[in-house]
């Protein structure tokens, strides 16, 4: 049987990419590609979730993850008894991050989805699924409804496989980057053809951020009353 979306949290894609679809310059590293129309919006993103999800890559890249910056937005989540922060959920098959790292310094709960529990810095451990779908079926029993995915690309393409990405929203920044540090990775394999065809996605909006960017709004459309196709 299906799982359904109200059976798992909705999943949003929150990612700023290049003109030509890069997450990074060719040389890698931490991408810092928005300026401050995009942030802004990432701040809304982060005061809609319930936790936001993260690869392990992305985590070492950066040491840390995105706080929300607008006390305007903290007070309104702390005043509908949520916390000022949503919950970091690291997927990783190999937790060896190092403690020292500003993210375990951050004022928000740390979840790790794992193969194993790490010994200490996280305040949840679920243990890693054999599929996306069983996955976020844990996450929502978890009480998590609302889940953010911010990277990094190896992540964002096995929910997109999996049929798992409910809303995509990118922040398209007017810079071409070149290289192979793509929104998805190039050597990925065909995407189920329910996520491909014409009639896939729903636009449900542009707006401008400034600086030239544009920030793009698509949603999943699925046959059979939104069911999740595997």
């Given at each position: 049987?299906?799982?359904?979306?109200?059976?798992?949290?909705?999943?949003?894609?929150?990612?700023?990419?290049?003109?030509?679809?890069?997450?990074?310059?060719?040389?890698?590293?931490?991408?810092?590609?928005?300026?401050?129309?995009?942030?802004?919006?990432l701040d809304q993103a982060l005061a809609w979730a319930d936790a936001c999800l993260i690869g392990a890559g992305t985590l070492r890249a950066h040491e840390c993850t995105c706080l929300i910056r607008s006390r305007t937005l903290v007070n309104q989540r702390l005043s509908a008894g949520r916390p000022a922060h949503p919950a970091a959920v690291i997927v990783s098959r190999s937790p060896d991050f190092s403690t020292s790292w500003r993210f375990f310094?951050?004022?928000?709960?740390?979840?790790?989805?794992?193969?194993?529990?790490?010994?200490?810095?996280?305040?949840?451990?679920?243990?890693?699924?054999?599929?996306?779908?069983?996955?976020l079926a844990d996450l929502g029993a978890a009480g998590i409804q609302r889940l953010v995915l911010l990277g990094g690309a190896h992540l964002a393409a096995d929910l997109l496989a999996a049929d798992c990405v409910d809303v995509l929203r990118l922040t398209l920044v007017p810079r071409v980057l070149g290289g192979t540090n793509t929104w998805l990775p190039t050597e990925?394999?065909?995407?189920?053809?329910?996520?491909?065809?014409?009639?896939?996605?729903?636009?449900?909006?542009?707006?401008?951020?400034?600086?030239?960017e544009w920030l793009l709004r698509y949603r999943r459309l699925r046959a059979g009353a939104g069911s999740v196709a595997l």
């Open positions: 049987m299906p799982l359904q979306p109200s059976d798992r949290p909705e999943v949003r894609l929150v990612l700023a990419i290049s003109l030509d679809g890069r997450l990074a310059p060719v040389e890698g590293g931490a991408a810092h590609l928005g300026g401050e129309g995009d942030r802004v919006a310094q951050q004022p928000l709960c740390r979840w790790l989805v794992a193969p194993s529990p790490m010994d200490d810095g996280f305040d949840r451990w679920i243990p890693l699924a054999d599929s996306w779908p069983e996955q990925l394999s065909a995407l189920p053809d329910s996520l491909t065809a014409p009639n896939a996605w729903r636009a449900e909006g542009a707006e401008p951020l400034g600086e030239g």
